[in-house]
């Protein structure tokens, strides 16, 4: 096996992009993450990303990114002796690593390799599921007005993407969540709000976002009600009206990422027609 370092985000993603594409779910985010930095190559942190391929009998077996600050993100794999390798690479470059999340048994084994090479304790920060929905369930679709959110409701959904962040990503720091509503207040700038609201009676009652997009598919993410306006199916519909809405774009597929310590939300997902991909599990490093 052999480890590559690349610093060409061009050239890493033309040569990841057809084995990402063999599990393109499961690579979803770091599909999209890809997406993004051939667009901005400093778009989620100050210094250029880690990327990196590893091979075996010169046959790509593993894609690794990592956005500084942010955690290592691991591609799916059918060898988990690549994983060994990697740690090895990432210690001779004296990486400094915050966490990584990948499917459940590669994010284990990195865990487990990295904390005894590095001298690390680990927690488990998150345990998620991909779930992946080519049709969605008419039953949810429901009346209520629904739409892409205009300049008029910048401040109440940058007020709810904030709750949301908070509430979602408890261990989110304040520069990470301001970049992130600073990356939603330029598309409002820029007249390309990819966040949508639900209408009940006129007023807003729910939002999602149209998040990472891939070859053939579509993330969704920043789905938020407020707490008193819970309970009344206003999620289901916004998020089934959006489903509907990026399949109607041509895309084969849309996916989201839920934590596994929410029911309620695994539930409304699969009652709109989201169906369980691959189990994530997202570790934070800390010291002994």
């Known amino acids: 096996m052999k480890a590559y370092f690349y610093e060409d985000i061009n050239k890493f993603y033309n040569l990841a992009l057809t084995f990402l594409l063999k599990n393109e779910v499961e690579n979803g985010l770091i599909l999209a993450i890809l ?58 470059r004296k990486v400094k690593l915050t966490g990584v999340l990948g499917f459940s048994e590669a994010a284990d084994k990195f865990t487990k390799l990295w904390c005894e090479k590095s001298n690390l304790e680990s927690h488990l920060l998150r345990e998620e599921r991909i779930f992946k929905l080519e ?6 679709i429901g009346t209520k007005q629904f739409c892409v959110a205009s300049s008029k409701y910048e401040s109440i959904v940058l ?35 990819q966040i949508f609201l639900l209408f009940d009676n006129g007023k807003p009652v729910s939002m999602a976002r149209k998040a990472g997009k891939t070859p053939n598919g579509n993330a969704i993410n920043l789905v938020y ?35 596994l310590s929410n029911p309620t939300s695994n539930s409304i997902y ?14 934070k490093f800390v010291s002994k």
């Open 225 to 259: 009600t407020p707490p008193s306006l819970r309970r009344k199916g206003y999620a289901t519909e916004c998020v089934a009206k959006l489903s509907r809405f990026i399949l109607e774009e041509g895309n084969k597929y849309c996916f989201l990422f839920t934590d």
């Open 135 to 140: 049709e969605v369930s008419e039953d949810t």
């Open 159 to 193: 007020k709810w993407a904030a709750a949301m962040l908070k509430e979602a990503l408890i261990e989110i720091t304040e520069e990470e969540l301001n970049r992130n509503i600073n990356n939603f207040k330029l598309e409002f700038e820029n007249n390309k709000s």
């Open 270 to 283: 699969q009652k709109i027609g989201y169906r369980p991909v691959i189990d994530e599990n997202h570790y």
């Open 35 to 92: 997406n993004s930095l051939k667009q901005n190559i400093y778009k989620y942190g100050k210094e250029k990303p880690i990327l990196l391929k590893i091979t075996k009998n010169y046959k790509l077996k593993l894609i690794v990114l990592r956005t500084t600050p942010h955690d290592l993100l691991i591609s799916y794999t059918d060898d988990l002796d690549t994983i060994e390798l990697l740690v090895e690479e990432l210690s001779k």
